[in-house]
């Protein structure tokens, strides 16, 4: 990790996570756990997958978890076509969607990896194959929930964002 910019990168974002969401003398053994598992597997499959799966499997344990299984608004269950919102904190439907603001379209494909990655062990969800449209979308749906959620941005999401350019040339 600490020979490429970019792993060293999405490891200061995964333990930023852990020292917002967590208190020093919190005791979740799984999450260190969890941490040490997804350093190991940066070098070896997709970071963008890594952090994803690491972002469900922590919000799950912290009680944050977004409503994916259902419209959070009507509860109507199996959506074809839905909507994220981060302020009502899950998916909505179509119908409901008219009267919130602020959503982000999400495909079925998306909210199926979600709910892979929850209940998949973060060596095996890592091995799944996702479309690039997917990975976006699966990125914004977190970043926007990350945003609304804390008290303030994640410092390395800038630094991330700033090193994208140099890390992709390599």
Do not use: M, W
């Amino acid at each position: 990790l600490r020979e490429n910019l970019g792993f060293f990168g999405y490891a200061s974002y995964l333990s930023e996570l852990i020292d917002i969401l967590f208190d020093l003398n919190d005791p979740y053994p799984n999450v260190f756990g969890l941490l040490c598992d997804s350093f190991e597997l940066l070098p070896r499959y997709s970071p963008s997958l890594i952090l994803r799966a690491f972002e469900a499997k922590l919000f799950e344990t912290v009680g944050l978890l977004p409503i994916f299984d259902h419209c959070v608004l009507c509860r109507k269950e199996y959506i074809d076509q839905c909507f994220f919102s981060s302020r009502q904190g899950g998916i909505i439907c179509p119908s409901c969607d008219q009267h919130e603001p602020g959503t982000i379209k999400i495909s079925r494909g998306a909210i199926q990896s979600v709910l892979y990655f929850l209940k998949t062990d973060i060596r095996q969800a890592v091995r799944l194959s996702l479309s690039q449209q997917t990975e976006k979308e699966l990125e914004l749906i977190h970043f926007r929930f990350l945003q609304y959620r804390l008290e303030y941005p994640l410092r390395t999401t800038k630094f991330l964002a700033e090193i994208k350019p140099l890390v992709y040339k390599l």
